[in-house]
């Protein structure tokens, strides 16, 4: 077995590990080394896609947020910019010939080892950031929210 499959097995183990520890239900393909669960934010659900890439020795977790209505879609790329500029870890991603916005946190890691500290903390920080920000961003979509009250909130 190669190294990276060896590293790759281990990061799976590590975030298997970690949701263990937190009691997650949570569907696992281990021969796809991904992860599908979910979590309750404060209003909405927070589904989470978790994906290991031995070949990049990358750990990738996602969470899809929404889908921008074409008519709002050229202001929503100025949100979701706004948006980003404030995280300090990850970003949203937003495809403007779909809508669609998801998040998207990864870690590389190549020659060490994710400990469960390091995990734990990955999968706080994607559920915090999309749990901040997905109902502004329903709310927006929505109509309850207009471009200029959002672009407020994204810089509060």
């Known amino acids: 077995m190669s190294d990276k499959k060896k590293q790759a097995q281990l990061a799976f183990k590590a975030i298997c590990k970690a949701l263990d520890d937190n ?9 796809k080394m991904s992860i599908v669960c979910g979590a309750r934010g404060d ?3 927070i589904p989470l896609r978790i994906t290991i890439d ?3 020795a990358l750990l990738r977790m996602s969470s899809y947020v929404n889908s921008i209505p074409e008519s709002k879609r050229m202001e929503a790329a100025a949100v979701i910019c706004s948006i980003n500029y ?4 990850g ?3 937003y495809d403007i010939r779909d ?3 998801s998040y998207r946190q990864s870690i590389s890691f190549a020659d060490s080892v994710l400990s ?3 995990c734990e903390y990955l999968l706080f920080c994607v559920c ?3 749990d901040e920000y997905n109902d502004k961003i329903a709310d927006y979509i929505g109509g309850k929210m207009s471009f200029e009250e959002i672009m407020r909130k994204a810089f509060e």
Do not use: H, I
């Open 23 to 31: 009691n997650w239900r949570y569907d696992k393909d281990t021969d």
């Open 43 to 45: 209003d909405l659900p």
């Open 54 to 56: 031995g070949d990049r």
């Open 86 to 89: 404030r995280l300090v870890s």
């Open 91 to 93: 970003c949203f991603d």
């Open 99 to 101: 809508g669609e916005v």
């Open 116 to 118: 469960d500290a390091m």
């Open 128 to 130: 915090s950031t999309v």
